[in-house]
């Protein structure tokens, strides 16, 4: 988890457990979506990001589990909201983590987000509720497919005899990493060589199965 993306979640706690409107107007100008719901996963409170990051206006008291239009594994396969991650973070009072997934907006247009669900704990340690942070990982999703282009490509240069096919290919493959580097910069995305396609899980973990890095100890503020 970023720095920034900490301090926005204790931030969102310390302002929903103050219950302090003009704490929770703070809450309005953090520029990640945030979201606040009741123990039942009913939606309670949002900020204006969540209207920009899901195309659409969550309804108070009526939406439940996620403010999303419509949820997406990263295969595509269409995610229901008493599955997502904020669902399983109510149901099972823990918070999730190390997951990602794809939200849907009205008009059709996709965001890739790594969403942050935190149970929400009062005074005497009864469960309350639960805020979300949604973050949007999309370029980093793009960069890493540039990523995976480029290995592709110097795989198949090394493994041709013919020479100006593997100029060719090596050049492809610059020319992903040069796109990669311009969308999250150079020391993170230089190097193309590891394994894999480092990309998270999109549907939350099962209640009971391991996962690493999913979940997180519970805070209790």
């Known amino acids: 988890m970023s720095n920034a993306i900490e301090t926005m979640l204790e931030r969102a706690l310390g302002a929903v457990l103050a219950g302090d409107q003009a704490l929770r107007e703070a809450l309005d100008e953090l520029p990640a979506a945030i979201y606040v719901t009741d123990a039942d996963g009913v939606i309670t409170y949002f900020n204006p990001a969540c209207i920009d990051f899901t195309g659409r206006r969550p309804e108070v008291g009526a939406d439940r589990w996620c403010v999303t239009w419509r949820l997406l594994t990263n295969a595509g396969e269409f995610l229901p909201h008493d599955e997502c991650p904020m669902a399983v973070a109510i149901n099972t009072q823990r918070p999730i983590r190390g997951v990602t997934a794809v939200a849907e907006r009205p008009d059709g247009t996709r965001v890739n987000f790594r969403p942050y669900p935190t149970p929400i704990f009062d005074k005497d340690g009864k469960f309350a509720g639960a805020v979300n942070i949604l973050e949007d990982v999309t370029d980093e999703v793009r960069a890493e497919d540039f990523r995976a282009q480029a290995r592709r ?61 999913a979940v997180v100890g519970v805070p209790r503020l």
């Open 153 to 213: 490509c110097r795989r198949l240069a090394t493994a041709v005899a013919d020479d100006f096919a593997a100029d060719t290919l090596s050049r492809m493959a610059e020319e992903y990493e040069a796109k990669a580097v311009e969308l999250l910069g150079h020391k993170r995305f230089a190097n193309s060589d590891g394994d894999g396609d480092g990309m998270d899980q999109a549907r939350a973990p099962t209640p009971g199965v391991n996962a690493p890095d």
